[in-house]
């Protein structure tokens, strides 16, 4: 059965850090592109980052740039997503999706992405 496992939430301050992991079962993720989303409460769920099936190409939202960044670990069949300078409104619920859309690019539109995992709730907060 094919799931995917997010964690590394969990409450911080404005300015801290945290790495959320997206860790694959019944799939080896390097056969996809993977991206990380993001929907806090009454709001749309939101791309943040992507990376590509081949060649580990990244896109990020711009309000994430230079602060996030996205890589994987074949070995570990894991994604991550590496969160600096967290800020108030970066607070929600993460998820992590996998793609077959694209080869050496990806993108953060959800309609291409479709396993999914169950999230992990990102506070941040003084």
């Known amino acids: 059965q094919v799931h995917l496992v997010e964690s590394g939430g969990g409450l911080v301050q404005p300015g801290g850090s945290l790495r959320l992991s997206c860790a694959a079962f019944?799939?080896?993720?390097?056969?996809?592109?993977v991206g990380w989303f993001r929907q806090a409460p009454g709001k749309e769920r939101e791309g943040v980052s992507c990376?590509?099936?081949?060649?580990?190409?990244?896109a990020y939202v711009d309000s994430v740039k230079g602060r996030f960044t996205i890589s994987r670990d074949n070995v570990l069949n894991t994604v991550y997503l590496q969160m600096n300078d967290l800020k108030p409104e970066n607070t929600a619920v993460y998820y992590c999706?996998?793609?077959?859309?694209?080869?050496?690019?990806?993108?953060?539109?959800?309609?291409?992405?479709?396993?999914w995992g169950q999230g992990t709730q990102v506070t941040v907060s003084s």
């Open positions: 999706a996998t793609s077959d859309y694209y080869y050496t690019v990806c993108s953060t539109e959800d309609s291409e992405y479709d396993n």
């Open positions: 019944g799939l080896t993720l390097d056969y996809y592109g």
């Open positions: 990376i590509s099936k081949i060649g580990g190409r990244t």
